[in-house]
């Protein structure tokens, strides 16, 4: 069984229409769930529209969905690219190039099953408040000033296509983890040229423009600047790290070869020489004098002489 969108059934009483009742077919719970779209511009193509829903709480497994779009006339689009689950239902559709205005469409999500009808599902957004905003264009980093780097960039495609001046930025600082807003109508910021940054930029609108009130997309990473301080912290952790190898290397080496001991073997410490003499000067004062002469011992020798007779 197929149902496109419901239809109103009108209520007479003498010939005169008294009131409408809208009619949704199907049985409950069944028809599509956390049913959002998302629309996206592009420079040189029309804006795009993709939309994705989940399947209801109660819808068979054979449940397939089909996604229809109808502006303010009577005929109703069929969207022609299904994205499909791992079961082969219809999950999302998107379609590549949508009108959009300040009017209202009209998004009818409906179902069909072998074992039961299947709820529609009918919205009626403002496709430009469901925008997602791109990043930036055009992102430029000129570092020929002596002092300072320029950043500059021009605002994202829209579908309406507003002025430049219904554009606001945020930049991040990747780096040191802030964020600056910049609520003035300016493309470009200038940064120290000694310090090294790396910066993404996102877009918001002005608060009485024509657009979504969401951030839009972060632009890539923009890198620049120079910062002084890596290359001698590196060169001394590189010194650091030699010095510390080769000390261990000869503390292996003097182990292996035993010459450990002697190379950590105290020295002798040199002699005073003239605080050995004070106190021997000391001592030669302190003793007392010899009073007794010692007897002397003599030895003498007596020559004797033999007379031989002939």
Known sequence: MFWLSPSPSAYYINDCII??????????RTSAQNFSCVVKSYTFKGPSMNCTWKAGKEAPKDTQYFLWLKYNTDEEIECPHYISDKFGRHIGCYFL???VNGDRVDLTVNGSSEESPIQPS???PQPYLLEKLGPPRNITVNCEEQLYCTVKWKPPPSSLRVKPDCFRYQIKDEI???????????SFKNYSKGVRQRLRIRTRKQITCPLT????EWSEPIEFGTDPSPFPTMLFIFVLAGTIIISLALVLACKRSHAWKKIIAPVP???DILKQYEKNMEKACMDPLSTTAEDEKITL??????????
């Not at 040191?176 to 300016?186: A, D, F, H, K, P």
């Not at 009130?213 to 839009?216: A, C, I, K, T």
């Open 269 to 271: 410490q040199p002699k």
């Open 176 to 186: 040191r983890n802030t964020y600056q807003n910049i609520t003035e109508q300016v």
């Open 19 to 28: 009131g409408f009742l809208f009619l949704f077919p199907g049985t409950d």
């Open 97 to 99: 190039n949508v009108t």
């Open 213 to 216: 009130d969401e951030f839009g």
């Open 301 to 310: 020798v007596e020559d004797m002489t033999v007379n031989k007779e002939v």
């Open 122 to 124: 009918s919205h009626s």
